[in-house]
């Protein structure tokens, strides 16, 4: 069964500085897709990334990178330079690939990531 | 492009009455989704559509949920009775066919009293 990790509950840093937000996944799938979704206070959930597990090429967008690490099942997400309107909660999600069709998202918990100004 | 619209927002129940929710995913999107997030954690599959038809609903308490998607596009979920753990926000997402990001509706808060 696939099960995803995400033990920061909560993070706070002050405006500015770096953070990572850590993610460790379990899957038996050698095929599988990672997903990074943004749920600020207003609750919908935003799309970050999506990686699939033949991809261990890092990347970046903007302030924003990731880092996909097979070998220690993992897919950290880095913010440089946070910004107060960073502030939400993050979800690390897992997708198995089953007869070719997506399957559903199993998420982690969540890391509530507070910038303070 | 419009989004995943989910009605209503709000919703306030007595427990062991009934209740649905509403969703139109995004034009064209086959597949569609069902998620229940209690507070605190990450939302959950209750059950996935691939046109009408259900792909996965292995973790729908099918003693009181129940969803149906008419003629592949609309959607509604439904709970009854609904007991005060179903307290939660019921996110639909939708997603094109193949291996692509879901989209998320803006959720309805249920609150069971």
């Known amino acids: 069964a696939q099960k995803v990790t995400q033990a920061q509950t909560e993070i706070s840093v002050v405006e500015k500085e770096d953070v990572t937000l850590d993610c460790v996944y379990e899957t038996r799938d050698t095929t599988y897709y990672l997903f990074w979704y943004k749920q600020p206070p207003s609750g919908e959930l935003v799309f970050l990334i999506r990686?699939?597990?033949?991809?261990?090429q890092n990347e970046i967008s903007g302030r924003y990178s990731w880092n996909f690490q097979k070998s220690t099942s993992s897919f950290n997400f880095t913010i440089t330079a946070s910004q107060v309107v960073d502030s939400a909660v993050y979800f690390c999600a897992l997708s198995e690939n089953s007869g070719g069709g997506a399957d559903g998202l199993t998420f982690g918990k969540g890391t509530h990531l507070i910038i303070q100004p | 492009e419009a989004g995943v619209a989910q009605s209503p927002r709000y919703k306030i129940i007595e427990k062991r009455q009934s209740v649905a929710f509403w969703c139109n995913p995004i034009?064209?999107?086959?597949?569609l989704y069902w998620y229940q997030q209690i507070l605190g954690q990450g939302p959950k599959l209750l059950i996935q559509?691939?046109?009408?038809?259900?792909?996965?609903d292995s973790q729908l308490p099918k003693d009181r949920f129940s969803a149906e998607r008419l003629k592949g596009v609309d959607s509604t979920l439904k709970i009854q009775p609904a007991k005060l753990e179903d307290s939660a926000v019921y996110l639909c997402a939708s997603s094109d066919t193949g291996n692509t990001e879901a989209f998320f509706g803006q959720g309805t808060r249920l609150t069971v009293v």
């Open positions: 559509f691939q046109n009408n038809g259900v792909v996965d």
């Open positions: 990686r699939n597990s033949f991809d261990e």
């Open positions: 034009s064209g999107h086959a597949t």
